[in-house]
């Protein structure tokens, strides 16, 4: 099971909108005691980083350990959330699980393997080393405080799609019968609805593609739709719900350091977010790993460079676009395979339906990632928002022959099998 969701920026950004909360000296002290502070991600040595005075990033991870267990469970959902105060602009980095990094003390293996290894700790030095980004805070959250958050504020309404209600109606992805239900269209999905929706991954989506990049994209709107709800909640509901979630949310974050950046952030009167999805296109090949584990293969330079213009404003290349820094940085050439072979190219994009960040398209073999054969079907650019989005063909590969064991079979199988939680 995977959570690879937003649940963890609706969080943080609830917590951020928590800020008025500290004129009101009844909520001082219950705030201070809801929360759950743990490590120091200050303490923690990565070396030489990159950082500005002006910029907050706060890593976000979304585990999938349920609240009666007991072990940390797997980081599927690693993003970055940033505060430019110098441009007052907000932003959120997504950096795929399946990504194939160094992780200090453990060799080369998944991004998401970082937090089982060694927790939210060692997910950052694995990020420091591969990415060369400083990070100043951290926030984790499960399972079950998403769908709460969810259900204190009311619901999200979520624009589906005919295939997308049909799947949720017929599978576990909506882990409680009772909710299988949801038409397509515009609709309000409760807290458990929306968590099904988020893990979505063997529907192709027409606005955010197929695989892990559609479930990114949908999980991206189920942030947005959240985001607005909470905006539109009374002062006093606000920090009612951000006090009954605060205690399943694991951070390094204190009351007052909560206050004053919510304080900043509400000064600034930023409302929009900024979105950014690494590998950037034209900058990975999918392939496998050691243990036939399915991967992805990045150009490290490419994906860095663009990360660090992307959060810091430094360093543009050519117009700012995904396709310019891959271009730059030796695009598929520069992917750095590790002598495995078997490695498809993938495309560097095609043009973006207006969605930036989380595109991906081609037919799906049920592996739940991309597939073009001989389509050359189109799918959304990985940009920033702020970035005109990139332009280019799909390579033909054969997705049978990447990920012809375990995600085709698992694919394979019924899902509509009552209970449980949803396939990866």
Known sequence: MTLKTYKIILNIFLVISVAAGGVLGYYDARLEAAINKTGDLGSVDVGDVKFDEDVVNILLVGSDRRSDEEAAGRSDSSMIATINFKTKELKLTSIMRDIYVEIP?????????????????????????????????????????????????????????EKEAQYLNTTNYISKKKYRNVKAGKHILNGNQALGYSRIRYVVSKKYGDGDFGRTGRQRAVMQATFDKVKGQSLTKILDIALKVLSDVSTDMDADYIKGLAASVIKMGTTDIDQMRIPIEGSYKMGRA???????????NANKAAMNYFIFGDGKVGDGSDEAFAKEYGGLSGVETFGYSGVSNTSSGSTSSGNAGYGNSGGSTGSGYPTSSTSGTSRPASTATRRPATTAATQATTEQQIQATTHATTAAKPENTSQGNAEE
């Open 290 to 300: 050691q243990h036939n584990m399915f991967v992805f293969f990045i150009n490290f």
């Open 105 to 161: 003390g453990h060799g080369r293996d998944k991004l998401n393997s970082a937090y089982a290894y060694g927790g939210v700790e060692l997910l950052y030095q694995t990020i420091a080393k591969n990415f060369g980004i400083k990070i100043d805070k951290y926030c984790v959250v499960d399972f079950d405080t998403f769908e709460k958050v969810i259900n204190e504020v009311g619901g999200i309404e979520i624009d589906l799609e």
